[in-house]
Nanobody, 120 residues
Framework: QVQLVESGGGLVQAGESLRLSCAAS????????MNWYRQAPEKQRELVAT???????NYTDAVKGRFTISRDNAKNTVYLQMNSLKPEDTAVYYC??????????????WGQGTQVTVSS
């Protein structure tokens, strides 16, 4: 069983910053890709940023240059630093982790979601 706990969401004004965190715990042998998704009201969930086990990152075009994904492998934690926030960044943000368990089984887990609201 693997659990993810997210933190760091909130209400900010346009132009401000937030940092999201997502910590994984449980029967984890290794973690492969770590991802951040978001879902705005009445929209589909979209992939925002990805970081591989080697540290390679990718971002959706809408956040390039403003958001930075990083990870702390010792803590099994992924972060999303969000700068220059815009009202269109308002969404529930979810972390997603792909892992290998101590029994060598692959799996994927989702965080509970954290609300980010950006006012204009």
């Amino acid at each position: 069983q693997v659990q993810l706990v997210e933190s760091g969401g909130g209400l900010v004004q346009a132009g401000e910053s937030l940092r999201l965190s997502c910590a994984a715990s449980g029967s984890i042998r290794s973690i492969n890709t770590m991802n951040w998704y978001r879902q705005a009201p009445e929209k589909q969930r979209e992939l925002v940023a990805t970081i591989t086990s080697s540290g390679t990152t990718n971002y959706t075009d809408a956040v390039k240059g403003r958001f930075t994904i990083s990870r702390d492998n010792a803590k099994n934690t992924v972060y999303l630093q969000m700068n220059s926030l815009k009202p269109e960044d308002t969404a529930v943000y979810y972390c997603n982790v792909n892992f290998i368990t101590r029994l060598f089984r692959s799996g994927s887990a989702w965080g509970q979601g954290t609300q980010v609201t950006v006012s204009s």
